[in-house]
């Protein structure tokens, strides 16, 4: 059964351009999940998605952005780029929504380094 | 705002000797724990859970204990061996009155060494 997948696996863009970043879950999940790593700093929450809508969001700009397909892969949008969003972007899925037992499962993540 | 944590930023071992990372969190409205284990230049990869309603969940060689009343929570891996060397992430996730969150809140990690 193939992970979750993550395109592109590096993107280089320099400040004030808009990234775009992908993610297919694995089969069956409905849910999509994205955080962030920056150097030195832990995963932290950004967006999650289920459905098609955006079900919660952490602290983060509203130029954090995203959508959900209808084959539930999805979408993340960075606009407006700033030196400090050069980090290691992360997608996960997960099978159960609503319930306590959230495991998630991430893919190999998007290096987004902005000049 | 730390909610999880692990004060260790890195363990070493010998191989076939245990191994325990430890984690911290202060919100008592998490419900459900999990550690994940990450090499460089890859996603994390789930290894284990426990909800708050069991204190030890036992998975071949990783066992997860939680104590609710301390709030720590650690991971055991028994016996140690060279390839689970890598950096090992605690994630919390917990229930608003609306909810499931959908948010993991993870600790900054441990990295464990592995010494052949």
């Known amino acids: 059964e193939a992970g979750v997948t993550q395109s592109p696996t590096h993107l280089i863009k320099t400040r004030g351009q808009q990234a775009t970043l992908r993610c297919s879950p694995i089969?069956?999940?409905?849910?999509v999940y994205w955080y962030q790593q920056a150097l030195g700093l832990g995963l932290q929450f950004l967006l999650w998605y289920d459905e098609g809508e955006e079900r919660n969001r952490g602290n983060f700009p509203p130029r954090f952005s995203g959508r959900q397909f209808p084959n539930y892969s999805s979408e993340l949008n960075v606009n407006a780029l700033e030196l400090e969003d050069s980090a290691l972007y992360l997608c996960?899925?997960?099978?159960?929504?609503?319930?306590?037992?959230?495991?998630?499962?991430f893919g190999p993540g998007t290096r987004l380094t902005v000049l | 705002d730390q909610q999880v944590k692990q004060n260790s930023p890195s363990l070493s071992v010998q191989e076939g000797r245990i191994s325990i990372l430890n984690c911290d969190y202060t919100?008592?409205?998490?419900?459900?724990f999990l550690w994940y284990k990450k090499y460089p230049a890859e996603g994390p990869t789930f290894l284990i859970s426990?909800?708050?309603?069991?204190d030890k969940n036992e998975d071949g060689r990783f066992t997860v204990f939680l104590n609710k009343s301390a709030k720590h929570l650690s991971l055991h891996i028994v016996p140690s061996q060279p390839g689970d060397s890598a950096v090992y992430f605690c994630?919390?996730?917990?229930?608003?009155?609306?909810?499931?969150?959908?948010?993991?809140?993870f600790g900054q990690g441990t990295t464990l060494q592995v010494k052949p």
């Open positions: 089969s069956g999940h409905t849910s």
């Open positions: 994630a919390a996730s917990g229930s608003t009155g609306s909810g499931n969150t959908g948010k993991l809140i």
């Open positions: 996960a899925s997960s099978l159960s929504v609503g319930g306590w037992d959230n495991e998630q499962f």
């Open positions: 919100n008592s409205m998490f419900d459900y």
């Open positions: 426990i909800s708050s309603i069991k």
